[in-house]
Each structure stands twice: as structure tokens, then as C-alpha cells.
């Protein structure tokens, strides 16, 4: 049975874990979100896009 977790799911969860265990400060973990949002409308949206793709299709097919 395959599970399949939205990145952004997974990405948050990261996220929460580094603020409560890791000592990331919540202003920092904001700017990070920030820079998500623009990266998303800049013209290297495509490719960070493209790569996240095939890296979870990489992913995907490793037999254990």
C-alpha cells in the first residue's frame, strides 16, 4: 500500500518540529514561508517545480 503525503503537509510538519525541538525561532520559520511565496511567483518557479517532481518520482520507485 502506497501512502502519499502532500509536500506541504510534510514540509509544515518539518517546520514544527524545528521550532519546537530544534530551537528555529518563529521569525525565521516566517521568513522561510516568505520566501516560499515569492520563489512561487518568480520565473524559477518552473524548475524548483520540475525538480521537486522528479525527485519525488525517484523516491517513488525505490523498491525496499
Known amino acids: 500500500m502506497a501512502l502519499s503525503i502532500s509536500a506541504v503537509v510534510l514540509l509544515a510538519i518539518v517546520v514544527f518540529l524545528l521550532v519546537r525541538k530544534s530551537g528555529l525561532k518563529a521569525?525565521?520559520?516566517?521568513?522561510?514561508?516568505?520566501?516560499?511565496?515569492?520563489?512561487?511567483?518568480?520565473?524559477?518557479?518552473?524548475?524548483?517545480?520540475s525538480l521537486t517532481t522528479n525527485v519525488a518520482g525517484m523516491l517513488g520507485g525505490i523498491k525496499f
Not at 27 to 48: D, E, W
Open 27 to 49: 521569525g525565521h520559520a516566517a521568513v522561510c514561508v516568505l520566501l516560499g511565496f515569492y520563489l512561487a511567483s518568480s520565473s524559477i518557479a518552473p524548475t524548483i517545480s
